[in-house]
């Protein structure tokens, strides 16, 4: 699986757009980007995820780089509810490919 | 569907105890992947199946840990036997094969070895 870097931590207001960044520079081209995230003391839930072009749902949005080596998660109107460590993962999506979580981004949203 | 189940929530046991968590998967999904969770090395995919046959397991720390899947609903995750460096949160997700990019975690079992 292809690495991913995030910053260890970030802070955004509530009702603000909270953007998270994942650097995925040797992404390969069959690869996908998904996101998850972990609400303190439960698993992990799934956000999002997208292969090269922008994604959106009820939860969040997923912008892409053109060249791939980049995204973005988006959430539009941060809640305090949305406080907890957001990973981002590549992987291929052929078969039952593990998903291999790194260290993520602990995103606090303040009041 | 109630989700992945796991059992017990908590459980507390003595160095050298044999200890065993249980997960059932929701049903009809076709992969089972076990997980654990400790602040130093976050989390960490211990193995993996598919329609019950184990994947991979290249995770598995050392032959004191044990997987099974007997059946699509139900696996084991034994250690034995257990160490204090054991500690740690322990997850059960799953997924299905044809929506294989959403997986669904359990609660998780935290165990604590004294």
């Known amino acids: 699986d292809a690495k991913t870097t995030q910053p260890p931590s970030m802070d955004c207001a509530e009702g603000r757009a909270a953007n998270l960044p994942c650097n995925h520079s040797t992404i390969s081209g069959n690869e996908y980007v998904y996101w998850y995230r972990q609400i303190h003391s439960q698993g992990p839930q799934y956000i999002i995820h997208?292969?090269?072009n922008n994604e959106t749902n009820e939860m969040a949005s997923l912008i892409i780089t053109e060249d791939r080596k980049s995204s973005t998660l988006i959430l539009p109107h941060a809640t305090l509810r949305d406080t907890a460590v957001y990973y981002c993962i590549v992987r291929s999506p052929q078969g039952a490919q593990k998903l291999v979580f790194g260290q993520g981004t602990r995103l606090t949203i303040n009041p | 569907d109630a989700g992945v189940i796991q059992s017990p929530r908590h459980e507390v046991t003595e160095m050298g105890q044999e200890v065993t968590l249980r997960c059932k998967p929701i049903?009809?999904?076709?992969?089972l992947f076990w997980y654990r969770q400790t602040m130093m090395r976050g989390l960490e995919l211990l193995i993996y199946f598919n329609n019950n046959v184990p994947i991979d397991d290249s995770g598995m720390p050392e032959d004191r840990f044990s997987a099974k899947m007997p059946n699509a609903s139900f696996s084991t995750l034994k250690i034995q036997p257990s160490e204090p460096r054991d500690s740690a949160v322990y997850f059960c997700?799953?997924?299905?094969?044809?929506?294989?990019?959403?997986?669904?975690f359990g609660q998780g079992t935290r165990l604590t070895v004294v």
């Open positions: 049903s009809g999904h076709n992969s």
């Open positions: 997208g292969l090269k």
């Open positions: 997700a799953s997924s299905s094969l044809n929506r294989d990019y959403e997986a669904f």
